[in-house]
């Protein structure tokens, strides 16, 4: 199937990609969460999870597999297919309105997984993401920055972006920003 209406929404943690999806939302647009359907396969796939961690506990688990890349692969290969069938299912469901929608994925560009023809990335640069993750989330710097550091550069997913919403400034901004980027995407009807 061709998803010709789907917008892949991107970045890196702690850019507000969140932010962005429930200005979007405000908006009337509809939003395929891959991080909501993560927690779905996650406690559907519990028991081979723990079998190879010893856990299915998001938060510890997210400790062992961002210190060990080996991990986090094993991790991916057992959710990541299972996220993928979901993620294009509700895809098919919306296709047939014939409005643009959006799917909120963070591992768009490192997937490569995704038919979508268009993406827009929300950026905040390295120093801010750090920033925020110390602060939201209580992270070291350690932690914050081996955490940024399994996803592509931000700069990068802007580069190959096909529209780049900016989020380093104040809410403001940033609603500024979500305005600007839908006058642009009702240009594709």
Request: with cysteine; hydrophobic share 40%.
């Amino acid at each position: 199937m061709s998803y010709e209406h789907a917008i892949a929404l991107t970045g890196s943690i702690a850019t507000g990609k969140s932010t962005v999806c429930n200005l979007l939302k405000l908006h009337g647009y509809r939003i395929i969460d891959a991080d909501a359907i993560a927690h779905e396969v996650l406690v559907d796939k519990a028991q081979e999870v723990t079998a190879l961690f010893g856990t299915a506990d998001r938060t510890r688990l997210g400790a062992i597999v961002f210190a060990d890349a080996a991990k986090r692969q094993a991790l991916e290969a057992i959710v990541h297919p299972e996220i993928r069938r979901r993620i294009l299912t509700r895809c098919e469901e919306l296709e047939p309105l014939g409005v643009p929608y959006f799917v909120d994925i963070p591992l768009f560009f490192e997937s490569g997984a995704y038919p979508f023809k268009y993406s827009v990335v929300v950026y905040a640069p390295r120093k801010q993401q750090i920033a925020r993750l110390k602060k939201e989330r209580g992270y070291d710097e350690a932690e914050a920055t081996r955490r940024i550091d399994t996803q592509l550069p931000i700069e990068e997913k802007k580069r190959r972006a096909s529209w780049v919403i900016d989020n380093s400034g104040d809410i403001r901004h940033l609603t500024r920003e979500v305005d600007q980027f839908i006058r642009k995407i009702r240009e594709l009807d």
